[in-house]
């Protein structure tokens, strides 16, 4: 691999969540050990059930998330495009797929398998700790989503979680499906679509296709 592809791949492996805190070293070298998978459209990335051994991060194209009830109903978890990643959590634990993903349009991955992760990891004890602190990270978030739902009501939390990560200061694009906003609040995308409407009607939001304005997040915190 060419030291080009190196950086770019290196950049790819930063946009993941996950490793977000590693430094471009170690994201490079972790860069180098993936490779690229294509989809035709409609073709499935992987199923329900199937053993979790990789990362995708979405190049090109757009991936579908879907989960199938107890009747056969088949739900719509999340939507993934250009500079998204799913399927991280695989690295860690090799559970089994809580979803199927497949390709909308033609489609391109940027795959790192398990097996090659946990190479790397362990050659890489400064990446290990990143990784904990990321973690650490998730675990002090999630127990105050859990606080959150006991005393805050559902516009507040989205609030939150739509201002996760602003500084405060200047307009906020949000580019997550209201799917991805409901599953992390514990919510039906219903419920996220209904609240996120009557914030627009109080001038807070503005909704577009695949995002959501904030041109004054000050403002939206006032406004409950």
Sequence with gaps: MSRQSALDTGQLIRSVPLLARLVEEDTR?????????R???GEVVFR???????LHVVTEGEVLITVLSGEGEEATLARFSAGDCFGELALLDGLPRSGTARAVRATTTFVVTRQDFLNWLSERPRAALALLETLSLRLRQTSERMTDRLFLGLAQRLAKELLLGANGHGPVTVRRTQADI????GVSRESVNKTLRYLERQGVVVLGRGRVEIPDPAALLRSF
Excluded at 29 to 37: T, Y
Excluded at 48 to 53: A, C, L, V
């Design 29 to 37: 070298d972790l860069g180098r050990r993936g490779r690229v998978r």
């Design 39 to 41: 989809y035709a459209p």
């Design 48 to 54: 329900e059930g199937d053993p979790g051994d990789s």
């Design 182 to 185: 409901g599953a992390a609040l």
